[in-house]
Nanobody, 125 residues
Framework: QVRLVESGGGSVQAGGSLRLSCAAS??????????MGWFRQAPGKEREGVGV????????FFAASVKGRFTISRDNPKNTVYLQMDSLKPEDTAMYYC????????????????WGQGTQVTVSS
């Protein structure tokens, strides 16, 4: 079975950094052929697309509030995608999920077939 496992979440003070990892296993195709997305969901809010990294290695961010602070990268031999989060703010507090798609990349969560269990990020002021 396909499994995506996020890790690296935790509690941090505003201005701090966290690096989230998402390790994939059980995929039917080469990990490098998947678009990998990061999403987050805060209590009482809709799931929000944070950003994606394409099969080419290029990345795009859909949440304007994270641009310039977050970085997405991938290590295909390790079947892993990363989300480096710097200058964290309390409004970044959310459950963070990674997702995989062999379809078009985008901010719409419905494009993604496989999802991780999520990792909690809590930023205190």
């Amino acid at each position: 079975q396909v499994r995506l496992v996020e890790s690296g979440g935790g509690s941090v003070q505003a201005g701090g950094s966290l690096r989230l990892s998402c390790a994939a296993s059980g995929l039917s195709y080469n990990f490098g052929t998947y678009c990998m997305g990061w999403f987050r969901q805060a209590p009482g809010k809709e799931r929000e697309g944070v950003g994606v990294i394409y099969t080419t290695g290029s990345s795009s961010f859909f949440a304007a509030s994270v641009k310039g602070r977050f970085t997405i990268s991938r290590d295909n031999p390790k079947n892993t995608v990363y989300l480096q989060m710097d200058s964290l703010k309390p409004e970044d507090t959310a459950m963070y999920y990674c997702a995989a798609s062999r379809m078009s990349c985008g901010s719409v969560w419905g494009l993604y077939v496989y999802w991780g269990q999520g990792t909690q990020v809590t930023v205190s002021s």
